[in-house]
């Protein structure tokens, strides 16, 4: 799988006229001395790109398109912070995250940021920072159209169940169902065809990636029972980068206010999932 990409300065003429005047394509016109000198947004703003980890495979959120960009809510939202930085979209390097490789591609530098339905929590906060979040989602569980015996995660007690190494959901049925034959792949897209032939139970993982498997799955799959945890969705940066996630959370309530984040939910995740409002941001202290 190509795991890095980046648009071909196609029209770059055009986007540079537009972004001088910060014309009407979402790219801000700043200068990097706008930025605290030394600062990461400094730094990305001078360079004027930025790389960013997303999923590839996870439709309404980040999904490669057949152009070899992703898209959906994730990518839309990575997209606005790049042009906060001047950075316009043909500037932005998109680098597959799987669950389990997010952490270290922060910790390592491969990435500026990451954006990929990733879940604010404290073993993670060990290694690195979020800003957020930017929306709060649930674990699910998924199966074939016809199955009625799954409805509680107890349920899942004996069956097979699929999910991804490094995510949560995983980790909740470890923990929380431990006589669950749990079966762990690299991305969730590998668990489709084995709950498909009935190799696997039950797909496990938050509500709004499983709805968009459903909704592609021309009635073959179905969300059983309601969300169970909560899955506050961050966006990953260094740890110690205080100031870049204070920035990124000074965006967030910039385009919570000034209607962009629901334009970016309601033409990606909004066309399948109900309507939705931004939650507050959490402007926790680093321990
Ligand atoms: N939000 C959960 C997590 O960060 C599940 C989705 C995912 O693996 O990206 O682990």
Redesign the pocket.
Known sequence: MISKMKLAALGAAAAITLSACGGGDGVADVDPGDFPEGSTMARLADAGEITIGT?FD?PLFGLLAPNGVPEGFDVAIATIIAGELGIPPENITWVET??AN?EPFITGGQVDMVV????INDTRKELISFAGPYYN?G?AMMVLADNDSVNVPEDMSGLSVCS?E??????YVRTNIPDANLVLFGA?TDCLEPLRNGQVDVLT??NV?LAGYVDESDGAFKIAGEPFTE?P?GIGVTRTDTEFRNWINDVLEKIYEDGRWLEAWNSTAGTVLPEASPPAVDRYEVG
Do not use: L, N, W
């Open positions: 999923k996870q799987v669950s997010r990929a339905t990733y879940t989602a674990q991804v490094g995510s949560t959901p995983a980790e969730y993982t938050d990636i899955e969705y």
